[in-house]
């Protein structure tokens, strides 16, 4: 019931194109999900976060797209580079002051020029 | 501002011997947090502390791994007695202070060690 579950394993798209990255958990006392990019070699990176009261947020070409009803959530990268070529990890945090990342399988994306 | 720092960023031990790391979390942040991530896998929660108390402990294999964070200093993580099932990347996080289900729960990585056991 802690996992979170993170599809697809690998994705290739062209330039400009909008990958999309899904996950899906099952305990409905997460409240917390971030996204973070890693790039080899180094430390994940936060991109962006959302919370069950919303269904979308943007920041730049990252958007996550949550669905609370299906216990889904998504991240797209619009109009994607080269440099967007990483590993991707979707997270989950328990409410309340657990501070412990449940943490996908990640997809590693790569875009080709 | 300096972000999290941690090392050494390559640490190589032998089977049997002891293994610390060392991380410095940003400036300001009171919260600390132990990931390991094997190759080709996810981040695994192991340790969530605070200055002086282990909040969390429940991702730590019961022998031979331990997690401090005094008063003064960096967060420690030691491993004793290595075995080859150690070799990972272990990274760590921090957080600024705060209650959950605010900017507590932003959590910002370091570089990570990667930890070789031979």
């Known amino acids: 019931q802690q996992q979170v579950k993170q599809s697809p394993q690998s994705l290739i798209v062209q330039k400009g194109g909008i990958p999309i990255i899904n996950c899906a958990y099952e305990?409905?006392?997460?409240?917390?999900f971030p996204w973070y990019q890693q790039f080899p070699g180094k430390g994940p990176a936060l991109l962006i976060a959302i919370r069950p009261d919303v269904s979308e947020k943007k920041e730049g070409r990252f958007t996550i797209s949550f669905n609370k009803s299906a216990k889904q959530f998504s991240l797209h990268i619009m109009d994607s580079q080269p440099g967007d070529s990483a590993t991707y990890f979707c997270?989950?945090?328990?409410?309340?002051?657990?501070?412990?990342?449940?943490f996908g399988q990640g997809t590693t994306l790569q875009v080709k020029p | 501002n300096a972000g999290v720092m941690q090392n050494p960023r390559h640490l190589v031990r032998r089977r049997g011997q002891e293994a610390r790391l060392r991380c410095s979390p940003m400036?300001?942040?009171?919260?600390v947090y132990w990931y390991r991530q094997l190759p080709e896998e996810g981040l695994k929660f192991m340790v969530y502390?605070?200055?002086?108390?282990?909040?969390?402990e429940s991702g730590m294999p019961k022998e031979r791994f331990s997690a401090e964070f005094p008063k003064e200093g960096p967060s420690i993580l030691r491993i004793q007695q290595v075995v080859r099932g150690d070799s990972a990347a272990y990274f760590c996080?921090?957080?600024?202070?705060?209650?959950?289900?605010?900017?507590?729960?932003?959590?910002?990585f370091g570089p990570g060690t990667r930890l070789t056991v031979l």
């Open positions: 400036k300001g942040h009171s919260h």
């Open positions: 996080a921090s957080s600024p202070p705060g209650l959950a289900g605010g900017l507590r729960d932003e959590q910002f």
């Open positions: 997270a989950a945090n328990l409410m309340g002051n657990t501070g412990k990342l449940i």
């Open positions: 305990n409905t006392a997460f409240d917390y």
């Open positions: 502390l605070q200055k002086e108390n282990i909040i969390d």
